[in-house]
């Protein structure tokens, strides 16, 4: 047998392990501004992609989420992938740009009275139909929604803001939310869900508080905690919508 034969058969065998490695490994609980790379991605193809501001100097997403981080098999193979792309950096980023929303990535280092409170911030992009982006702002002894709809497209351009609300929950509608929370969250998954589509929303979910930013999102997703938390978050505002997908 060849020098070569060797190293491929090596190689070969290296990549059934990585998958059986892969299989195994379950979800893990993360906090969105760690470095919470998956070790196989050491051994694994992968690019890393660059987080930058947007034109206006606003930086949605830390500088490290552009580090592969995650296995994906959308090739036939395993590949590395960041937690979030170039693409999907200035797709997002443009919708909270048009929406005139801060970076609660920036706000979790704040200090000062942004170290007081606690943001939540609900992201729904359907393809063809209205963006809607519900903010949810803890003090306390109360909290505020924020809600916008603007008049583009998810997948498209984002246009400008249609409709928007700003009001104090109730405090039956803050304990609602709270309970959403401690039952099923978003960020208590597994982030590295490998979906692809085409036609359909993306569904996103970012915490700012004293701890830090957590960031997790699900593409049309028909069960679990994102889709609950997502259509509470929706319900709060008042507004009827023709189809939530």
């Known amino acids: 047998m060849t020098i070569e034969s060797d190293t491929l058969l090596m190689r070969l065998a290296a990549i059934i392990l990585l998958l059986t490695l892969a299989g195994c490994h379950g979800a893990k609980i993360e906090r969105s501004n760690a470095l919470d790379s998956d070790p196989l991605c050491k051994m694994l193809p992968g690019k890393v992609e660059t987080i930058s501001p947007t034109k206006l100097g606003t930086q949605y997403f830390p500088p490290s989420f552009g580090r592969i981080m995650h296995i994906c098999n959308f090739k036939g193979y395993p590949e590395c992938f960041p937690k979030v792309s170039t693409f999907e950096n200035e797709w997002y980023s443009k919708h909270w740009e048009a929406a005139q929303e801060p970076s609660l990535y920036q706000l979790s280092k704040g200090g000062g009275k942004s170290a007081q409170i606690s943001v939540l911030r609900f992201t729904w992009l359907p393809t063809f139909d209205h963006p809607v982006i519900v903010r949810i702002e803890i003090a306390p002894g109360f909290t505020t929604i924020i809600a916008k709809e603007l008049s583009g497209a998810g997948g498209y351009d984002p246009g400008t803001i249609k409709r928007q609300i700003a009001r104090t929950l109730s405090s039956a509608e803050a304990r609602q939310l709270a309970d959403a929370m401690a039952k099923a969250s978003p960020f208590n998954e597994s982030s590295a869900k ?45 507004w009827n919508f023709e189809e939530i997908y």
Do not use: H, I, V
């Open 194 to 238: 490998c979906e692809l589509g085409l036609d359909g929303s993306q569904w996103m979910l970012e915490r700012s508080d004293k701890g830090g930013f957590d960031y997790a999102s699900r593409w049309s997703p028909k069960k679990g905690s994102m889709r609950d938390f997502g259509m509470l978050a929706l319900n709060l505002t008042g």
